[in-house]
Every structure is written in structure tokens, then in C-alpha cells.
Nanobody, 124 residues
Framework: QVQLVESGGGLVQAGGSLRLSCAASGLTFRSYAMGWFRQAPGKDRESVAAISSGSGVSTLYADSVKGRFTISRDNAKNTLYLQMNSLKPEDTAVYYC????????????????WGQGTQVTVSS
């Protein structure tokens, strides 16, 4: 079955950096568009970034993270990444990766497979 396992979360001071990873198995990874989403306590799940299938030539970012976060993929390793720089306290959330067998989109309900999430906490 499809498994998505996030790692790399933790506690970091404002202005710091973290790199999240999402290891995928049970699917033909390169055929799937991939996305990162986050959910803070008491808030709805929101889109962070997404990358197209194949070589990942197309990417999308939420306005709140543009210029600070970079999504990438390594199809040889079946792994999705999110490099997060200049972190802010408002970036604190559980971060999820998700897979979609279709075109690139930032809409969470269109993703069929989800990981369990990794906690990112940014202190001020």
C-alpha cells in the first residue's frame, strides 16, 4: 500500500531553517504530483507548496512562503523535500506531504494519499 513518511521537523528559532523530507513507497513516485500542506492548532489545513510529476518542472507556492520555502523532489530516492528558510513563528504547524495521481494543484481534497505529519515549531 502507499506510504508517505515525513521527517525533519523540530524546534527552531525564528530566522532559522529546516529541511523536511517525505519518503514515499507503494507508488510510482515520479508519476505523482506532490504537495506540502500544514495545519496549525485550531486552524484549517492550508496549502504550502506543490510540485508537478516527472522532473518537477512546475511548482506552486502559497504567498505566505514564497521566497522562503523551496519544494523539490528526487525521483531516484522516491523522496520529496521542503527547504524552509527564514522561519517565522506563524510557520508553526504540523506539516504533511501528500501525493496526487494527476495534474499539479494546491487543493488539498484533490490529493489522495497523505502522510502522518511532522511537527515544526518556530520560537520567537
Amino acid at each position: 500500500q502507499v506510504q508517505l513518511v515525513e521527517s525533519g521537523g523540530g524546534l527552531v528559532q525564528a530566522g532559522g531553517s529546516l529541511r523536511l523530507s517525505c519518503a514515499a513507497s507503494g507508488l510510482t513516485f515520479r508519476s505523482y504530483a506532490m504537495g506540502w500542506f500544514r495545519q496549525a492548532p485550531g486552524k484549517d489545513r492550508e496549502s504550502v507548496a506543490a510540485i508537478s510529476s516527472g522532473s518537477g518542472v512546475s511548482t506552486l507556492y502559497a504567498d505566505s512562503v514564497k521566497g522562503r520555502f523551496t519544494i523539490s523532489r528526487d525521483n531516484a530516492k522516491n523522496t520529496l523535500y521542503l527547504q524552509m528558510n527564514s522561519l517565522k513563528p506563524e510557520d508553526t504547524a504540523v506539516y504533511y506531504c501528500a501525493a496526487r495521481n494527476g495534474m499539479l494543484t494546491m487543493t488539498p481534497p484533490r490529493y489522495g494519499y497523505w502522510g502522518q505529519g511532522t511537527q515544526v515549531t518556530v520560537s520567537s
